[in-house]
């Protein structure tokens, strides 16, 4: 076998293993996928004919799909090849084949395997006597309709107490965004919080971005497949920079993973001689600006569980030192951060839930699990103010020197 890709779309080819399993580097081996709106899994093989193998001697197979079950055994299960759907390509290099899985073993958690079996006497049955081909290194997991709705119950019942009460606003708010269909409800706009209106309809710049096994949302680049999940088109959530009432960017601007960062690039330029050459000056104060990395972590809080990875798009951090070479009066942040809501099949409890939510969407839900990027500007936002802008005390940098930076090193 050749490849193994959803049929969840059937306009949509994506979520091929082994190769280009979504982005370059990923190191997920398996297939994911949401059934279709029939609530049926529609699986699609590539199959590579050698010389002696005909398109006609392949539609002679049955195709199918196994489990290893409790006691360590493979339990083999004949799909419906009434609806499977043989093509040979032009050249007759390889076969395509589509079929639907059976409606055995309708749980998300369960680990498939494809096959193809030689059914000589078409009992639909797989025999001791019958050749078995099985694809032990194409492994896959559906995710059905019972399997979706359990996860958005499960979550929409959990995220309140688990994340607004404990004050983790802004993953609050992301989790009920995304079980809503990428929009922000007005009823979510809390104390202290302030959002842009709800989303803005954004082509994705780069299909490199998705990150995790999130479903049909992987696609392959390099076949000339681009996202389309849905039409081509990713919803935005834009938290603006608006200086003096943005709740959000500051809890990210407060936190220490991002302090750090920023003391660490501060740090760094001190000993360019440019830098050095300036500050010598004191008879005036002294304005750099510098770009900042191209990523953050959040290891823990809020920010961890909403952000995690962001991505820093043209962000830069312009600091002002006073005429005495040391003093920092201000470090102004240009650019924004960026997240693709997206999640982690491999990961446990809420994230694993709402990868079943987010591989189910659209075929499986209209709203829950659409795919959307958080984009948190920073613009304008003064690190080094004395009183943040949400109220809430000092900015990281207030009372800072050059040979003292906060949280380094």
Known sequence: MLYLYSGQLPTISANFIPNNNGDQGSKKNYLLLGANSANKAAVVAMIGLNGQTTPAMVQTLSVGHYYV???????????????????????????????????????CEVTKYPMLFDDKNKNGVVDP????????????????????????????????????????????SLFTTFLSGGQVPASDITAGTYLSP????????????LSHNVGIVWTVPTMNYYQNFPSGKINRWIIPATGDTNFYSWKALR???????????????????????????????????????????????????????????????????????????????????????????DQGGRIHTATIIQAGYPTLGSKAGAVFMMQMNFGKLDMATPNGPDGNGAGPFNGATLNKLPNYP
């Open 129 to 172: 006597n019958e050749t078995v081909i099985p694809f032990a290194n194409f492994p896959f997991h559906t995710v059905w309709q019972a399997d979706y709705d359990s996860a958005v119950s499960s979550l929409s019942r959990d995220i309140s107490g688990a994340y607004y009460v404990a004050g983790y606003y802004l993953t609050y």
């Open 255 to 345: 936190h220490p993973d991002f302090v750090k960062m920023v003391s660490k690039e501060i740090a760094g330029h001190q000993k360019d001689p440019s830098v050095v050459a300036a500050l010598a000056d004191k008879t005036k104060t002294h304005t750099f600006t510098w770009a900042l990395p191209i990523a953050v972590t959040f290891a823990s809080g809020d920010m961890y569980y909403a952000v995690n990875n962001g991505t820093l798009v043209n962000m830069t951090a312009t600091v002002t030192v006073a005429n005495d070479g040391n003093t920092i009066q201000n470090v102004v942040l240009g650019g924004y951060m960026e997240d693709l809501y997206d999640f982690d099949f």
């Open 198 to 209: 709800p989303g803005v309809d954004t082509i994705l710049p780069n299909a490199f971005r």
């Open 69 to 107: 079950d409790s006691n360590g055994n493979n339990q083999y299960v004949v799909d419906d090849n009434s609806q499977a759907n043989f093509q040979a390509s032009v050249d007759g290099a390889y076969c395509t084949i589509q079929w639907v899985m059976a409606d055995t073993q309708n749980n």
